[in-house]
């Protein structure tokens, strides 16, 4: 197992007659050895290019890449023993699927020296491992989406990399799918224990998934922790909206005592942390964290939909004198129909309260 750092590293995109793109604006990350760190953000983040930089892929505008304590920065993809599964599996259609997985080991044989009967062990080994067996004659053409997946995971995996990273590997499955690779995805990656970057969009997976999170925007790591506290202490507005489904309330609004936000000329609400009076916050309130309430307790509101999901429910309510629309999670029992009046509550310790101007959190 090897550990992996980044070090300012950056990326800038320059092209005659047009303004210069920095892509990756200098990330410092360092993962434990064995550990899965999830690339959480939007298209267009930086998230693939960084993966693409410390696979040897792209070309690094500066900063340096250390796999196992060693600068690997200057050294071509094939020099690295880093293992990459893409988002469109890249595989070989006329080859079958032993042949796929052993084709980089039977290129690096003829260079190497190596045994074919070890190439033709490894490849036996793998295909059990990632549950492959079975189909080891067959040919990508024929394959389901989550069987090219596992091939295209099995022959990054068999060279035994120092660092495996996986860009969007369950974008093309459907949701049956996705769950159980996901599954496979993990239990694999704890049985072999390599250190392993998971490039995502999608919350679920990095939060499922990682030991830790690392959320982007504009080429930025904007936080980074584990998934407990990367959804319950959100650094900034766009980290606590980017993460949650439903996702978190955002409402803004004035601080007219320490420990108080108007939202508007009927709406006060309790803050988490004291906040000097007038100063503009945001204030953040996850849907499972708001209640529905008795007539005489809490904000009144009205129903404008509610979706009963069989496990739980969303409502969708305005407060009255707020248009700002509020999502709260009920409980499965609850029914409610459109124009209800219903009151709802907020704990303020489970509030979030951040800066209108920064986004940053105030806690």
């Known amino acids: 197992m090897t550990e992996l750092e980044l070090r300012d590293l950056r990326k800038t995109y320059r092209a005659r007659g047009r303004p210069a793109v920095d892509a990756v604006r200098g990330i410092d990350l360092a993962l434990r050895s064995g550990e899965l760190l999830g690339l959480l953000g939007p298209s267009g983040c930086g998230k ?3 993966l693409r930089m410390i696979a040897g892929l792209e070309t690094v505008t500066g900063g340096d890449i250390l796999v196992g304590g060693a600068s690997v920065t200057a050294r071509p993809a094939q020099q690295r023993n880093i293992g990459v599964a893409f988002e469109n599996y890249a595989l070989y259609p006329p080859l079958t699927v032993a042949q796929n997985l052993a084709f980089g080991l039977r290129a690096r044989r003829r260079a190497d020296r190596v045994d074919r009967a070890d190439v033709d062990r490894k490849v036996k080994e ?3 491992r990632v549950d492959l067996t079975a189909i080891l004659d067959a040919h990508p053409a024929g394959l389901s989406s989550g069987q090219k997946q596992r091939v295209s995971l099995a022959r990054a995996l068999i060279r035994e990399p ?3 990273l996986l860009d969007e590997p369950l ?3 459907d949701a049956a799918q996705r769950d159980t690779t996901r599954r496979e995805l993990k239990r694999i990656q704890r049985d072999l224990g390599h250190t392993t970057i998971l490039v995502t969009h999608d919350q679920e997976e990095a939060l499922s998934l990682a030991d830790r999170i690392a959320v982007m925007k504009d080429g930025v790591i904007q936080q980074l922790g584990t998934p407990y506290e990367i959804y319950d202490s959100p650094a900034n507005v766009f980290v606590a909206d980017f993460v949650g489904e439903p996702a978190i309330n955002l409402l803004r609004g004035v601080a007219d005592t320490d420990a ?16 000097p009076k007038g100063r503009e916050v945001t204030v953040g309130i996850r849907p499972e964290d708001l209640t529905l309430t008795g ?5 009144p509101a009205r129903v404008v939909a509610h979706e009963p999901l069989l496990e739980s429910g969303i ?4 407060l009255d004198g707020l248009d700002t629309p509020l999502v709260v999670l009920t409980d499965p029992e609850v029914r409610l129909a459109h124009d209800d009046r219903v009151h709802v509550t907020a704990d303020p310790h489970l509030t ?3 800066d209108a101007e920064t986004g940053d959190s105030l806690r």
């Open 126 to 128: 793998i295909a059990a």
């Open 48 to 50: 693939s290019t960084t």
């Open 162 to 164: 120092d660092v495996l």
């Open 315 to 318: 409502a969708t309510l305005t």
């Open 260 to 275: 108080h936000a108007r939202l508007s000329d009927t709406v006060r609400i309790a803050l988490p942390v004291p906040v």
């Open 295 to 299: 007539e005489d307790d809490g904000l």
């Open 171 to 173: 974008s093309h499955l």
């Open 352 to 354: 979030h309260v951040f």
